[in-house]
């Protein structure tokens, strides 16, 4: 399936809060697609279990199925001309980083994506 739009940027910004109590971490996301053109997209990765070095990897994941793209890696975004920008995972509160994943109007990736098909 084609997508609606010409991928060209992948900017993700990540929050997590280590629970030390039992022993996991937990993040959210913000991700912004075409970052700076006319055509910007975000959309937030929501607080979920995980550890957050792992965030760019399943986001890139999930967009790379969305498009198409076969044995992603990131030399592979590198040759198709779409250039990352994430940056060191944010130690928070956890109501920081619960918030952090809700700034998009409660928009999801999945919910993201079913209104771009």
Known sequence: M???FRLQTIRIETKYWFDRTFGNSYYSSQVTLNWGMDDEASFCVPFHYGN???ASYDIIGA???RYN???WSWAKLHELGIKKYTGR???ALQRDVK???KEYEDMTLWEYWEQRI
């Open 99 to 101: 918030a952090f994943g």
């Open 52 to 54: 957050p070095d792992s």
């Open 2 to 4: 084609d997508a609606p």
């Open 63 to 65: 967009l790379c199925a």
């Open 89 to 91: 995972p944010i130690k």
């Open 69 to 71: 793209i076969k044995n």
